[in-house]
């Protein structure tokens, strides 16, 4: 059995999906850096907030998600955008010990120590 669980990272990059990131630069223009930095004190705001309520079972944690993988899109910040897709499914399921796993992955990517593993990906799309 211990073969199928998998190795747990404790840094995992983030990836952003460089055609959104294009994108919103071409709508935004000369206000791009601002807009991006302002979805970016939103998502941290919002993953600040869904560790909280998490931690309370707080059922407000569901909207939370919603609203990160909504900002996920928004920015191209894929990584998060598969961990709120994840985050998801086990709300759906129930299944609490998938969902603790899930959501303390995407605690992890909020870690301070991890900014230096983002990184744009101009192979991909969001």
């Known amino acids: 059995m211990s073969e199928t669980i998998p190795m747990i990272r404790p840094f995992e990059p983030v990836e952003f999906d460089h055609d959104t990131l294009a994108a919103l630069c071409d709508r935004h ?3 791009a ?3 991006i930095a302002a979805l970016l004190a939103e998502i941290e705001a919002g ?3 869904a560790a909280l309520q998490f931690r309370a079972s707080d059922p407000a944690f569901a909207r939370t998600i919603d609203d ?6 928004e920015v191209g910040m894929r990584t998060l955008r598969v961990c709120t897709e994840a985050i ?3 709300l759906a399921a129930r299944d609490r010990p998938a969902l603790e796993a899930c959501a ?3 605690f992890r ?3 301070p120590a991890t900014m230096s593993d983002w990184q744009v990906c101009h192979d991909t799309v969001a």
């Open 29 to 31: 223009r000369g206000d």
């Open 33 to 35: 850096e601002a807009v």
């Open 47 to 49: 993953l600040r907030c």
């Open 68 to 73: 990160l993988h909504r900002l996920a899109d």
């Open 88 to 90: 998801r499914d086990q």
């Open 104 to 106: 303390w992955r995407m």
């Open 109 to 111: 990517l909020a870690d």
